[in-house]
């Protein structure tokens, strides 16, 4: 990193100016059009402005906890001995289909306003935890009702291949054919899904599952998106690339044939440092072939009740350096410029002109503090764009 602070693109004594909820013009003060001195002015006395930050990868909208999994595993049991026990997302699965959609907005918001008191401003919510068609269907419902219960942009993702349920323990084929496929076409219709998810894993589906999955994606013009690599090298991640997937997630056992794969495609890495915390991971994400290869690294809380009930995207940038080696400066990018193209996004993420006026004001002298700092908030105000 340059000493001035220029790699981070960096403007000292800068200006920006709004109008109608974008940004008109940024750069150094001293540069500002003349034909912005008639808009109001606010001087933020010396205080950094960052795109407002994008949690890109969360499960937010969901029943019940499950404190006593955390337990079982601090005596010894692993992820995949506690899913194969019927606990893990089958166990949310059934505190899920229990609560109603008051319940589960209520809880929601809980984590949400979180996460907008750290200056986050777009956020994207996963389903998964129904795995019925009327309940991946409330769920959500749920995350539409977030938007409008908040100043956040949220994204969803319908992700019904996120596990096979109990009724249909053993048949995950049957499972996708009976619920998944028929509930994507239903929440499609309802206006309900941005894009589709899926978790490629031992315990969940295989990639010619998976791939079924995208296929019916693919015919309602959805893009994709997947949980890929976290437990186990399955090909999941080079599967999302070959349908040029915005983004696979996870990522801990990816080899370099995906990587090349995702750098092709030009999917993005989402980083979920708080699964890698709270599973007591030891096995890390390629950091280092992602920067050989190009490709984009995004960071996320996956913010759920199971693998990382976490609901600050702050240390999360923290978790992303001293965890997996990321520099202050990537963890950054990807919880602004890279967290928006894992979301499809482009009209955010950066400060330039055309973009939405989501910004972000901290109490610090240099960027490199939002990622140093654990468990401090130096957030000042948040801007949330309203688009005319």
């Known amino acids: 990193m340059k000493p001035d602070g220029a790699a ?3 403007i000292k004594e800068g200006a920006l100016a709004v ?3 974008r940004i008109a013009w940024c750069g150094p003060a001293t540069e500002l059009p003349s034909g912005f001195a008639s808009l109001p002015t606010e ?9 407002g930050l994008i949690d890109c990868h969360t499960h937010v909208v969901f029943g019940g906890n499950r404190a006593r999994e955390f337990e079982m595993r601090l005596e010894g049991a692993s992820y995949e001995e506690v899913a194969r026990a019927g606990g893990g997302i089958v166990s949310t699965v059934r505190a899920t289909r229990e609560a109603g959609e008051d319940a589960l907005l209520a809880d929601a918001l809980k984590r949400v306003d979180a996460l907008i008191a750290e200056g986050v401003t777009v956020l994207e919510i996963k389903s998964g935890y129904g795995l019925d068609i009327e309940t991946e269907l409330s ?3 749920v995350a539409r009702q977030v938007a409008e219960s908040r100043p956040v942009r949220v994204k969803t993702s319908f992700l019904g291949a996120h596990a096979v349920p109990a009724d249909f323990k053993g048949e995950p084929d049957r499972y996708l054919s009976e619920v998944c ?29 998976i791939a079924r999955v995208f296929d019916v994606a693919k015919d309602l013009g959805l893009p994709v998106k997947l949980h ?29 044939a995906g990587v090349k794969a995702m750098a092709d495609s030009g999917s993005v890495a989402v980083i979920l440092p708080g699964a890698f915390y709270t599973l007591r991971e030891s096995q890390l994400p390629p950091v280092d072939l992602f920067r050989k290869h190009g490709v984009p690294m995004a960071v996320a809380t996956d913010c759920n009740p199971g693998s990382s009930p976490l609901t600050s995207l702050l240390l999360t940038l923290n978790m992303s350096c001293t965890l997996f080696r990321m520099t202050p400066e990537e963890a950054l990018a990807g919880a602004t410029r890279n967290a928006a193209l894992a979301l499809g996004l482009d009209d955010c993420g950066t400060l330039s002109a055309g973009k939405r006026a989501d910004l972000a004001v901290w109490d610090v002298e240099h960027p490199a503090e939002l990622s140093y700092r654990i468990g401090f908030n130096p957030l000042y105000r948040r801007i949330f764009g309203e688009v005319a």
Do not use: W
């Open 8 to 10: 981070y693109g960096l």
């Open 19 to 21: 109008e109608g909820g």
């Open 43 to 51: 001087d933020l006395g010396g205080r950094l402005v960052t795109p």
């Open 139 to 141: 769920m959500l419902r």
């Open 181 to 209: 496929l028929p509930a994507l076409k239903a929440a499609h219709a309802e206006g309900l899904v941005d894009a589709v998810d899926g978790f490629c894993e031992g315990i969940a589906f295989s990639p010619e599952q």
């Open 228 to 256: 890929a690599e976290q437990l186990s090298n399955l090909g999941g991640a080079a599967l999302a690339a070959k349908y040029g997937a915005l983004s696979a997630d996870h990522l801990e056992y990816l080899d370099d």
